[in-house]
């Protein structure tokens, strides 16, 4: 007889794990507090879903869960991701690694899920929110009853698959898994945001316009680099972020809410190395002429770093340059080499991409059950698992998500 499952939460995880399991000729359920599948899904990747990456290792994930994942990429890696989505009919291209849809649009991609789902009998039901999974005996036989703000369901397996707390209210990401879990005896992991911007101290001076650029960006504690990335920066008013912060992102934020002191101290020249550094800046001498300070700088680079530097360095912008001595353009220019910025806090769940934390990892077997209950799986971003940017934490929702719809079914 076909085994009864009710998948908690129509999200990447939860539609993956519900495909599998249907295929291997489940029933199944989707129990999705939304009123629609994948919303979080069809905002990925800035609309375009980066679903996964060419460049796949286990080190692309959070250092307690590398060894886990090792094991779980081989089992399901990002091969397996483009030959489950060629079976939805979706095609996949690569940008210097990046895998997207050729579409370009995440829209796409939830369709092909719904129209897979629909094609295979899985049932969804929306607008109920799973609150808690009971152990229940039916003629002797132990089932799992999952209550919800409405109703109350019994299934042979259950999937929890509800996500974390990370990303726009729209999507529903209240963190209902953490308690549901822990009511189940699991043990749960701090959890932090992570793949995140930071707010800068009140004392700060940010761009007011707005910068874009490349640059290599440290995070100190103390004079230990905690973090170190280079990519393209975004610095505002409200704070710093871009793909450097972010992948930086989940280390930080843990010292921050401790209270620790972080500064971010940022290279602006990031493919010179010391020596040419230096030597640009005696370069650079030679333009002590009549031309202003602003002048001068806005030749040397982006011209929202310059007032910044200006502005830190308290001198008028329409000085010249030729009455600034070489010692103090060597001091103004060392600015673009080592700039830092006191954080105050990240931008918090709601801005973030994922969370860090969740279920342990030691309450999940390989095949995603749960050590306190053979027929209850956790799967995706509510487990103790998170990915740098770039496709990764996609790749784990699937990976979980197939793994675990495919055991259920058995
Ligand atoms: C803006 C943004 C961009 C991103 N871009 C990328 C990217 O390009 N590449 C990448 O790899 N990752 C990206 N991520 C991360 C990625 O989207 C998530 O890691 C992934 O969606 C997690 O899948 P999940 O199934 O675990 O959770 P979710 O996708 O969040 O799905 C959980 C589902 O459960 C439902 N739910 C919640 N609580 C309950 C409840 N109590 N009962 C029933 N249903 C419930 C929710 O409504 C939701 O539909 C991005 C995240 C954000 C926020």
Not at 95 to 116: I, M
Not at 121 to 144: A, P
Not at 203 to 210: A, F, K, S, T, V
Not at 337 to 365: H, M, N, P, W
């Amino acid at each position: 007889m076909s085994k009864k499952i009710i998948v908690l939460g129509g999200g990447a995880s939860g539609m993956c794990a519900a495909i599998y399991a249907a295929r291997n000729g489940a029933d199944v359920t989707i129990i999705e507090k939304n009123d629609q599948l994948g919303k979080k899904l069809s905002m990925t990747g800035n609309g375009r879903c980066n679903l996964s990456n060419l460049d796949m290792n286990e080190k692309m994930y959070n250092a307690s869960a590398e060894k886990r994942m090792k094991q779980w990429l081989s089992v399901y890696g990002v091969l397996d991701v483009i030959n489950f989505f060629k079976s939805l009919g979706i095609v996949i291209k690569s940008e210097d690694g990046y895998l997207y849809p050729v579409s370009g649009q995440a829209a796409t991609v939830v369709d092909a899920f719904k129209n897979e789902l629909k094609r295979l009998g899985v049932e969804v039901i929306f607008g109920q929110q799973g609150k808690r999974v009971e152990i229940v005996e039916e003629d002797g036989v132990k089932k799992y009853k999952v209550v919800t703000n409405v109703a109350s369901f019994i299934a042979d397996r259950v999937i929890i698959a509800v996500g974390s707390y990370a990303g726009a209210k729209s999507t529903m990401s209240t963190g209902d898994g953490y308690y549901m879990c822990q009511q189940l005896g699991m043990t749960i992991k701090e959890t932090h945001p992570a793949l995140v911007g930071f707010k800068c101290d009140d004392d700060e001076i940010l761009p007011e316009n707005g910068v874009r650029c490349t640059a290599e960006i440290s995070f100190l504690l103390g004079n230990e680099a905690i973090a170190t990335e280079y990519g393209e920066l975004q610095l505002t008013k409200d704070g710093i972020s871009g793909i450097p912060v972010m992948q930086a992102s989940g280390k930080v934020e843990k010292f921050l809410s401790e209270g620790k002191p972080i500064y971010a101290s940022i290279n602006f020249f990031p493919d010179y190395d010391d020596e040419d550094y230096s030597s640009l800046v005696k370069e650079m001498m030679r333009f002590r002429d009549d031309r202003t300070l602003l002048e001068f700088l806005n030749g040397y680079h982006n011209s929202n770093v310059n007032e910044m530097v200006i502005r830190r360095t308290k001198m008028g912008r329409t000085m010249k340059m030729k009455n600034i001595s070489e010692s103090m353009v060597d001091s103004i220019l060392s600015n673009y080499r080592e700039y830092k910025i006191k954080l105050k806090e990240s931008f918090g769940y709601e801005k973030a991409q994922v969370t860090s934390g969740g279920v342990s990892l030691g309450d999940i077997r390989d095949d995603m059950t749960t050590k306190v209950h053979d027929g209850i799986f956790v799967v995706g971003e509510l487990v103790d698992v998170d990915g740098r940017c770039g496709g990764y934490n996609l790749q784990w929702a699937f990976t979980s998500g197939s793994i675990a719809g495919t055991v259920a079914s058995l």
